[in-house]
């Protein structure tokens, strides 16, 4: 089923200059002064590698070549990337470093696995083991944490023995240090109150199950991901929790603003799931998902501009806030690349199959 419309690339070209990806935009009008964000080029190199296979090569490879020529000024002399850059070209270290050189490890991961060119893919993977060697050990926050088990995880495809210790070391750290200490009864989650994109430590848990196949791995993935489906999908719709205020075991999650980089995490999160463990119910969840950019959601509010592809801010109170920022667009792409790549089911093969047989020998047709 095709849950949103047909991802444009438009946006995100119209906010990528000669530099890298600018970080925002007022409405849909790039603003010059705002400057580069380090994750949301890291964040768009991996769109990139992901859809390295369906999106036009030419525009692919451009937009590959300008992030990642950002990422690589930003460089640092330890293997990891440098945070913010202004409008003047300075650089800034401001925020989690740990966080932004995982955001950087997913992004190597990415294109290390793809089909963009194999140049770019040799220097990842030459970045890739400087930083796994320097910073892979440093992580001090679940998210963190969860950006590289999944970078660990999908280079697994390449190298099945891969850096199994980390991933298992990463894996441990979660459960022992963050789930089976925050979880009670009624809240099967790793920390003691929701965080913004917090979907991303279950989808890493998935990864390690993949790679490690402890079954105390898969049974703590796999209740953290059915607390999100019976917490956020209410009304016959995805809630995602909002961030103005907070969620706990002894509060109800706040409903505004919600985040499309909130969404995306749980689209990918049960896209995750689904392939893992082959229960399709997950996949249909994160259609449903997916229709909050399309609508669906409780405001009824399409969170995509037809106009330029692309998406708001934030759902609020009062609707969408208008702004087009570069990690808005990038969760709605991504999503779109999530629902892409989920496993084609054998039924709808056969459904598909049967519409064109009867297209083809329908008289009608071509008269």
Not at 5 to 22: A, C, E, V
Not at 25 to 37: E, L, M, T
Not at 104 to 112: G, Q, Y
């Given at each position: 089923?095709?849950?949103?419309t047909?991802?444009?690339?438009?946006?995100l070209?119209?906010?990528?200059?000669?530099?890298?990806l600018?970080?925002?935009?007022?409405?849909?009008?790039?603003?010059?002064f705002?400057?580069?964000?380090?994750?949301?080029?890291?964040?768009?190199?991996?769109?990139?590698?992901?859809?390295?296979?369906?999106?036009?090569?030419?525009?692919?490879?451009?937009?590959?070549?300008?992030?990642?020529?950002?990422?690589s000024r930003?460089?640092?002399?330890?293997?990891?990337?440098?945070?913010?850059?202004?409008?003047?070209?300075?650089?800034?270290?401001?925020?989690?470093?740990?966080?932004?050189?995982?955001?950087?490890?997913?992004?190597?991961?990415?294109?290390?696995?793809?089909?963009?060119?194999?140049r770019?893919?040799?220097?990842?993977?030459?970045?890739?083991?400087?930083?796994?060697?320097?910073?892979?050990?440093?992580?001090?926050?679940?998210?963190?944490?969860?950006?590289?088990?999944?970078?660990?995880?999908?280079?697994?495809?390449?190298?099945p023995?891969?850096?199994?210790?980390?991933?298992?070391?990463?894996?441990?750290?979660?459960?022992?240090?963050?789930?089976?200490?925050?979880?009670?009864?009624?809240?099967?989650w790793?920390?003691?109150?929701w965080?913004?994109?917090?979907a991303?430590v279950?989808?890493?848990l998935?990864?390690?199950?993949?790679?490690?196949?402890?079954?105390?791995?898969?049974?703590?993935?796999?209740?953290m991901?059915?607390?999100?489906?019976?917490?956020?999908?209410?009304?016959?719709?995805?809630?995602?929790?909002?961030?103005q205020?907070?969620?706990?075991?002894?509060?109800?999650?706040?409903?505004?603003?919600?985040?499309?980089?909130?969404?995306?995490?749980?689209?990918?999160?049960?896209?995750?799931?689904?392939?893992?463990?082959?229960?399709?119910?997950?996949?249909?969840?994160?259609?449903?998902?997916a229709?909050?950019?399309?609508?669906?959601?409780?405001?009824?509010?399409?969170?995509v501009?037809?106009?330029?592809?692309?998406?708001?801010?934030?759902?609020?109170?009062d609707?969408?806030?208008?702004?087009?920022s570069?990690?808005?667009v990038?969760?709605?792409?991504?999503?779109?690349?999530?629902l892409?790549?989920?496993?084609?089911?054998?039924?709808?093969t056969?459904?598909?199959?049967?519409?064109?047989?009867?297209?083809?020998?329908?008289?009608?047709?071509?008269?």
């Amino acid at each position: 089923m095709n849950t949103m419309t047909s991802p444009r690339f438009d946006h995100l070209r119209r906010l990528t200059d000669s530099q890298g990806l600018l970080q925002v935009a007022r409405g849909d009008v790039p603003d010059r002064f705002s400057g580069y964000d380090a994750i949301d080029n890291a964040t768009a190199l991996r769109l990139c590698a992901i859809g390295s296979q369906t999106v036009e090569s030419d525009v692919s490879h451009l937009l590959t070549k300008k992030y990642f020529g950002f990422l690589s000024r930003g460089r640092r002399y330890d293997s990891g990337v440098r945070h913010h850059c202004d409008s003047t070209g300075g650089w800034t270290m401001q925020g989690d470093d740990a966080l932004v050189q995982s955001y950087l490890a997913r992004s190597l991961a990415a294109v290390i696995v793809s089909e963009l060119p194999i140049r770019v893919r040799l220097a990842a993977a030459d970045w890739w083991r400087m930083l796994l060697d320097e910073h892979a050990s440093r992580v001090e926050t679940p998210l963190a944490a969860a950006n590289w088990l999944i970078a660990i995880g999908q280079l697994r495809a390449a190298d099945p023995g891969r850096d199994l210790d980390r991933a298992e070391c990463l894996a441990h750290w979660l459960l022992e240090d963050w789930y089976y200490p925050n979880r009670t009864n009624g809240w099967e989650w790793y920390d003691a109150q929701w965080t913004p994109w917090a979907a991303t430590v279950p989808t890493a848990l998935w990864y390690a199950y993949h790679c490690l196949g402890e079954r105390r791995i898969f049974r703590v993935a796999q209740a953290m991901t059915q607390f999100v489906v019976d917490h956020l999908f209410r009304d016959g719709m995805l809630q995602p929790v909002g961030t103005q205020g907070t969620w706990s075991r002894n509060s109800n999650p706040p409903q505004y603003a919600q985040l499309p980089g909130e969404v995306y995490s749980i689209v990918e999160l049960l896209c995750t799931a689904e392939r893992i463990s082959g229960t399709m119910s997950y996949g249909d969840y994160a259609e449903l998902a997916a229709r909050w950019f399309d609508g669906h959601n409780s405001k009824g509010a399409v969170m995509v501009d037809p106009s330029t592809g692309g998406c708001y801010n934030a759902l609020t109170a009062d609707g969408p806030d208008r702004n087009q920022s570069a990690n808005a667009v990038l969760a709605c792409l991504l999503t779109h690349a999530a629902l892409a790549a989920r496993p084609v089911r054998v039924e709808e093969t056969i459904r598909s199959l049967r519409q064109e047989e009867y297209v083809y020998s329908d008289p009608s047709i071509g008269s």
